[in-house]
């Protein structure tokens, strides 16, 4: 008789961490899979344990997600950096190789494109992105893949107006901007990504047009917002967090485990049931 399988291990990590759904998502993976002796945990961290907590894995590591605020404190510590994540300054994900190498990619953008192709969006004349963090700079990344015409990101501050500006021609993709108190011109593109907190979109709600195009909302948990909530009643389309976070953790879970396609229809499913018990 042969050793048993080797036990693996994966987590997701950051700050805060008890609301993550990943846990979910890539055990249902393995189990679909027939990965028994994979685990998946969490673990809350900062960015000052970070280097600490990466050095002390040992052998049985296959790979980490990582959640905010490590998408680029990680970046120092990696040994190879995807074009994906060095575009956008920031990894959601590390796989550690046989020899002991960190490699860190960023399934964010793809994830984002994966979601809205899903949904037959493959092309669209125009978008708009409320909010301008690290998700802000993904769906730019994203949107250069999708989007034919203007793209227009509505801030809060002069900083994040020269924040976005700033991704746009790292990215080589143009990006203009407006203020904040200009957002309720957003709603009428064909294409709306919100990537702002919970609540920041609430006061939005009223304004959604007779005929809405599609909004691409990246919260999952309370769901729906209100802005999707008004959306749908519009009978507009809307994409939610969820599917961001399926198609995310799909990439990951076939970059960790070597296994491909990932089980997206038991992921996405496990994730629902997640969300509907809380």
Same mark, same amino acid.
């Given at each position: 008789m042969g050793d048993p399988p080797a ?104 994830g984002m494109v994966r979601a809205l ?86 006061? $939005? *709600? =009223? %304004?959604?047009?007779? +005929?809405? !195009?599609?909004?691409?909302?990246? &919260? ?5 917002? /209100? $802005? *999707? =909530? %008004?959306?749908?009643? +519009?009978? !507009?389309?809307?994409?939610?967090? &969820? ?5 995310? /953790? ?29």
């Amino acid at each position: 008789m042969g050793d048993p399988p080797a036990e693996r291990h994966a987590a997701v990590i950051g700050s805060p961490i008890a609301h993550s759904l990943s846990p979910v998502l890539h055990r249902a993976a393995y189990r679909a899979l027939g990965l028994d002796t994979w685990d998946y945990g969490r673990f809350e961290m900062d960015e000052r344990g970070l280097p600490g907590f990466i050095e002390g894995l040992g052998p049985g590591w296959a790979g980490l997600s990582l959640t905010m605020p490590l998408k680029r404190a990680v970046l120092p510590l990696l040994d190879e950096i995807s074009e994906t994540a060095a575009s956008i300054e920031a990894a959601n994900t590390v796989v550690f190789g046989d020899d002991g190498r960190r490699r860190g990619d960023n399934t964010d953008v793809p994830g984002m494109v994966r979601a809205l192709r899903e949904r037959g969006l493959t092309e669209v004349g125009g978008a708009a992105i409320l909010g301008a963090g690290a998700t802000a700079a993904s769906a730019v990344a994203a949107l250069g893949q999708v989007c034919t015409g203007h793209i227009t990101a509505y801030v809060r501050s002069d900083e994040r107006a020269r924040e976005m500006h700033g991704w746009g021609e790292r990215l080589g993709i143009p990006v203009r901007t407006a203020a904040w108190s200009d957002a309720e011109r957003a709603l009428t593109e064909p294409l709306v990504i919100a990537t702002t907190p919970a609540g920041a979109t609430d006061g $939005l *709600a =009223g %304004a959604v047009p007779e +005929r809405p !195009g599609v909004l691409f909302d990246v &919260l999952y948990d309370p769901w729906p917002t /209100a $802005l *999707a =909530g %008004a959306w749908t009643r +519009r009978r !507009g389309h809307v994409i939610g967090g &969820l599917d961001l976070l399926v198609h995310q /953790a799909v990439l990951q879970v076939e970059a960790m485990t070597g296994i491909a396609p990932a089980p997206v229809r038991q992921m996405r499913a496990a994730g629902r049931a997640a969300l509907a018990a809380r």
